[in-house]
């Protein structure tokens, strides 16, 4: 198992690019100062701000994990990532661990993340969790109790699970006094660069795509004013 370092990776993706953390700050919606914390290791990402990195700079949430060479194409059946009991890239945080899945494959279409809660009260915990998606929580281990800002806390045991909306703000508190640990399955958002991706396979070489040709037109009668009109030869 491996220590991941997003902001490392954050680091060089922005000096790759001749970024500013003002640059990646206007992207993403994360302000300069946090982001500086990020890259020099001040403070771990959440799985929400990686969300909104991966989004707002238009790559992979896994690239931010893994140093591993990664899998791009996704449309390819029958491709699979396998994890040993001493795989994963851990990321620490304050008030829980983190420890990332089958981070070698990019375009997933869910995030499957192990956690481990030690918060053991709101305050501990912070502000409450928010990100695009779905998100379904399967306790493993000793007993959480799930604070939303649409229902009252819910206590779950191991073998206990739930599923819900990801974008309603949410917190994990562990009880007692045993670990707390769950699995945690995260829906990807759709990502653009993965999404031009099929756009392209999709369109045969040489063919002009439908978008592609309404444009063209619009260009064409746009320089010439009087190109649809249709000239009447007179005769006589």
């Given at each position: 198992m491996s220590t991941a370092r997003p902001g490392a990776a954050l680091k060089g993706l922005r000096k790759r690019n001749d970024w500013t953390l003002t640059d990646v700050a206007k992207r993403t919606g994360i302000p300069p100062s946090t982001l500086s914390r990020?890259?020099?290791?001040?403070i771990s990402p959440t799985y929400d701000m990686l969300v909104r990195l991966a989004q707002g700079l238009a790559i992979d949430l896994s690239q931010l994990l893994s140093d591993a060479p990664v899998e791009i194409s996704s449309e390819q059946p029958g491709r699979r990532s396998v994890n040993r009991s001493a795989d994963g890239d851990r990321v620490p945080m304050s008030n829980h661990t983190l420890r990332y899945l089958s981070t070698d494959?990019?375009?997933k279409q869910m995030t499957p993340i192990l956690c481990e809660y030690q918060a053991r009260s709101l305050d501990e915990f912070g502000p409450l969790m928010r990100h695009e998606g779905e998100e379904f929580l399967y306790v493993l281990q000793g007993e959480l109790e799930l604070h939303t800002e649409c229902y009252a806390p819910l206590v779950l045991g191991a073998g206990e699970s739930i599923?819900?909306?990801s974008r309603m703000g949410h917190a994990y508190i562990a009880r007692g006094t045993e670990p707390c640990r769950a699995l945690s399955m995260c829906t990807v958002p759709h990502h653009p660069v993965s999404e031009q991706r099929v756009k392209a396979k999709a369109t045969p070489?040489?063919?002009?795509?439908?978008?592609?040709?309404?444009?063209?037109?619009?260009?064409?009668?746009?320089?010439?004013?009087?190109?649809s009109k249709r000239r009447v030869r007179r005769t006589g």
């Open positions: 990020i890259e020099n290791d001040q494959l990019l375009n599923y819900f909306d070489a040489g063919a002009v795509s439908e978008s592609a040709a309404d444009k063209h037109s619009v260009e064409i009668g746009r320089r010439r004013p009087g190109a």
